[in-house]
Every structure is written in structure tokens, then in C-alpha cells.
């Protein structure tokens, strides 16, 4: 999870070196395309997989949750300091537990509900919304949280149908499909060096992908998510010293009453999983 972050850290902090000569749908279509080298070891899967239409709707659903979000995740990268961008990525999983009571009739307990106030109010101390002026990143970032919570909350009925190879396959070819009409209409030639960046950029958020797959099998999200924490350390740190963004005490304040909202929901929910199933005299409790 330590590598997990810094990883998605240096993927924000590689896109925000591009500035804004490439638009963001065009930045975000190449760092797809260019990603597609790592689908090489999966592509037979992915060629032999048999999908239902009910599975064809649930990953087209999935890529435009997706690309959407992507275009507005690269557009607020360009437009706000790379701490405020990864302490409100932190919503994701707020927005999915709030998406999974409206649509998959999950129940939600009282304390829940109020983490997910608590992590709200966290967003608000991040935007302070009346005592400064709100970018417009701010509010593609709000867009972003609540877009990638639906992404999500699709491939969680897709991971219980699907292997991770077709379900992060699948993912990868419809955002590509999805990203290539944005990107046409606003083309801006890159540079050698730019596609370089971008490369860099698929690289490291292959590697943080996988990092994280290997972080969730060794070990239950309730250890594995206070790590993520350190996203918003290594974005300061990052900001300040390449970016000349200067620490904010109410960013990282914001960040942190949020990131500890979402470990409480993800404890409560394993502790929920825990009752019901009690693990054999020989299996590992945990």
C-alpha cells in the first residue's frame, strides 16, 4: 500500500507537469492507449471471455462512468494543487457506500451514516466554500469522486462474474473507445517528450493497480486503508517542493478527517462480513 500510493501520487504529479497545452480528454485518451501494452499478457482472456448482454450493458455503463471521469480527474489535475486533488479522490469510497444503499438496497447502520456525514464535512473544510474562491477543478474533482464511485460500484457485480484480468481489461478498452471522440474534437499534436510523460503516467498507475492487488490479498482493508493516508503526505511534500504549492493546514485537516471516515466504514463493513461467516478452526481469522 506504501508503493500503491506513491505510485498514484506520481501519477497526479506527471500529468500536472503537462500543463495545459494538451486538452485533458486528449492527455487522458493517450495515457489509455498507451497503457494498452500492459493488456498483452491478458489478451487471450480477454479474446476467449463469453459475456452475457446483461454483462455487455454493465461494462459499457462502467466505461462511461469512467471516461467521464477521467476527462474531469485530468482536467482538475491542470487546475489545482496536487494535495486538494488527492485528498478529494478520498470521497470515492464515501460516494460508493452511498450509491450501494440507493441502488443495490445495501442497509447502512446509524454510524455509518454519520462517518459519511463526518466525511463530508471533511470535503467542505477542503473547498471552504464562502471564504475563498472555488476553482473550476474544484468542481471537476466533486464530479470526478461521484463519477469513479459508479465505476466502482459496477465493478463490484462485474468482479463476482468476471476474472480481474477481463473485468481491468474490459475497463481499459471502453475507456480507450470512450476517450477517442473527446480527444478528436480538440487535437493538439503532442511532443516526444509529452508522450513520454504519458507513458510514465500508464506505467505508474499500472503499477499502482497492481501494488494494491497484492496489498488486498496479504492483508483486510482495515490495515490496508489508514496507508493510503500517505498519499496526502507524499502530495504536499511533492506539491511544495516541485510546484511551489505551499502546505494547507486545511487541506491536509480536510484530508485526514476524511480518510478517517472511510477506514471506520471499512471496518465496520468487515466486521459486518466477519458475523457472517465464522472461519473454520483452521482458517486464518483477519
Known amino acids: 500500500m506504501v508503493a500503491t500510493g506513491f505510485c498514484f501520487v506520481m501519477v497526479t504529479a506527471l500529468v500536472k507537469t503537462l500543463g495545459g497545452r494538451i486538452p485533458a480528454a486528449e492527455s487522458a485518451f493517450l495515457r489509455y492507449l498507451l497503457g494498452l501494452v500492459f493488456l498483452v499478457p491478458f489478451w487471450r482472456q480477454i479474446v476467449d471471455m463469453r459475456l452475457s448482454r446483461r454483462q455487455w450493458g454493465l461494462y459499457g455503463v462502467r466505461g462511461v462512468f469512467h471516461t467521464l471521469g477521467v476527462i474531469c480527474w485530468f482536467y482538475a489535475m491542470t487546475r489545482i494543487p496536487i494535495a486538494e486533488v488527492t485528498a478529494m479522490n478520498y470521497l470515492n ?30 470535503a467542505l473544510l477542503i473547498l471552504r466554500p464562502g471564504f475563498r474562491a472555488l476553482d473550476p477543478g474544484h468542481v471537476a474533482m466533486i464530479f470526478t469522486a461521484l463519477l469513479f464511485a459508479g465505476s466502482y460500484l459496477t465493478m463490484k457485480i462485474l468482479s463476482g462474474q468476471q476474472s480481474a484480468a477481463v473485468v481491468v481489461g474490459m475497463l481499459s478498452l471502453t475507456v480507450t473507445l470512450g476517450l477517442a471522440p473527446f480527444a478528436a474534437l480538440d487535437w493538439v499534436t503532442p511532443t516526444w517528450g509529452e508522450l513520454g510523460i504519458l507513458f510514465g503516467v500508464a506505467s505508474f498507475a499500472t503499477a499502482g493497480h497492481y501494488a494494491m492487488t497484492r496489498a488486498f490479498a496479504a492483508a483486510p482493508l482495515t490495515v490496508t486503508q489508514p496507508i493510503t493516508f500517505l498519499q496526502l503526505v507524499w502530495s504536499v511534500a511533492i506539491g511544495a517542493a516541485f510546484f511551489n504549492e505551499p502546505p494547507d493546514p486545511f487541506v491536509i485537516a480536510g484530508g485526514g478527517v476524511i480518510i478517517a471516515s472511510v477506514t471506520f466504514i471499512t471496518w465496520r463493513e468487515a466486521r459486518a462480513k466477519r458475523r457472517q461467516i465464522t472461519p473454520g478452526i483452521h482458517e486464518t481469522k483477519g
Open 93 to 122: 469510497p464515501v460516494y460508493v457506500s452511498i450509491l450501494a444503499v440507493l441502488f443495490l438496497g445495501e442497509t447502512i447502520a446509524a454510524r455509518r451514516i454519520l462517518a459519511i456525514v463526518a466525511a463530508l464535512a471533511g
